[in-house]
């Protein structure tokens, strides 16, 4: 088994483990803070054809854009299997399957939009993975994220990167990421960038696929 394969299998294992106690144990988190940045995004998803990487235990789903045809991949089977039992939450046609982020089983093209939430921060090779979000979203789409980020103050930030390595061992996410910078490098327009929590820890991005009806 490849390195990245070795990471990627480590990382499905972490989330299998947490599963059961995901929604639990991030209650207070999801509550005070993202619940409100989950819907701000949301809104900002177009309907259409729109992929969903990472929905865990399908906590966005109630957020999905009435009238989408949504496909949902999940690396971890034991979120998949949460997932799905709260696909009835949706507004949108929602189709949850198994699949890696960095390596999607869809041709060039495939997808109007697409979102994620909290995924990048634990997807092993972030590069890859945008790189392929940017393969499937057609020319002129759009890209969704809402991510925890390295905190740009010299202090924090370092602390932050000192602490990344424990971090991924005990939850399974980075802490000390620079995921609109990863965006960019992807080959991603950077549209809008927002700012939330101390320091700007969580950031709404948009990024939109070059091409299509630019001028």
């Known amino acids: 088994m490849s390195t990245d394969a070795k990471q990627t299998e480590k990382t499905r294992r972490r989330y299998d483990r947490s599963a059961a ?5 991030y209650w207070p988190w999801e509550k005070l ?51 799905r039992r709260r696909t009835g939450e949706s507004k949108s046609d929602v189709q949850v399957i198994g699949g890696d982020a960095e390596s999607l089983d869809f041709p060039d093209d495939s997808f109007d939009a697409a979102a994620a939430t909290f995924v990048y921060c634990s997807v092993p090779d972030q590069a890859a993975g945008l790189r392929e979000l940017k393969r499937v979203v057609k020319p002129g789409g759009t890209i969704h994220l809402l991510e925890h980020v390295r905190i740009d103050g010299p202090v924090i930030g370092r602390l932050m990167d000192l602490w990344d390595p424990i971090a991924v061992r005990v939850g399974g996410a980075h ?41």
Not at 21 to 25: I, R, V
Not at 35 to 54: Q, T
């Open 175 to 215: 802490i000390n990421r620079r995921t609109a910078d990863a965006v960019s490098a992807a080959g991603l327009i950077v549209e809008h960038e927002e700012r939330h929590g101390p320091g700007g820890l969580i950031r709404l991005i948009t990024g939109r696929v070059p091409g299509g009806d630019e001028v």
């Open 33 to 83: 803070i993202v619940r409100g940045l989950r819907r701000k995004l949301w809104k900002d998803v177009p309907a259409g054809k729109v992929l969903e990487i990472g929905p865990g235990t399908g906590v966005n789903f109630q957020h999905h854009p009435v009238g989408a045809s949504v496909t949902a991949v999940e690396l971890s089977s034991k979120m998949l299997n949460r997932s």
């Open 21 to 25: 106690l995901y929604d639990t144990l």
